[in-house]
Nanobody, 127 residues
């Protein structure tokens, strides 16, 4: 049974940084692409990042490409999202997710429609 547990969210001022973490269990983590999506109240899910397991390629929406970085630790079944220069529009609940496939179909939106995601961690960017 796939289990994903996020942590690391919080309140941060504009321009600040956060590092989100996601602990994965219940599947052969290193073989599958992992990613993050976010959802703000009243808005649709938005892909944030996806990391392929086939060649390590990372995908981001253009608006996040310079500011966000996704990484993984296959030895500890962890995935991370480093977020820098945060903006108020980044306020949302962030979820890690996997569809148990090797690559990121759709690039940065690779896990937006994934079948497995965690409960999320809230990120609030405000002064």
């Amino acid at each position: 049974q796939v289990r994903l547990v996020e942590s690391g969210g919080g309140l941060v001022q504009p321009g600040g940084s956060l590092r989100l973490a996601c602990a994965a269990s219940g599947f052969a983590f290193k073989y599958y692409a992992m990613g993050w999506f976010r959802q703000a109240p009243g808005k649709e899910r938005e892909g944030v990042a996806c990391l392929s397991a086939s060649d390590g390629s990372a995908y981001y929406p253009q608006s996040m490409k310079v500011r966000f970085a996704i990484s993984r630790d296959d030895g500890n079944n962890m995935i991370y999202l480093q977020m820098n220069n945060l903006k108020p529009e980044d306020t949302a609940t962030y979820h890690c997710a996997t569809d148990l496939v090797v690559t990121c179909p759709g690039g940065p939106n690779g896990v937006v429609s994934a079948n497995n995601w965690g409960q999320g961690t809230q990120v609030t960017v405000s002064s």
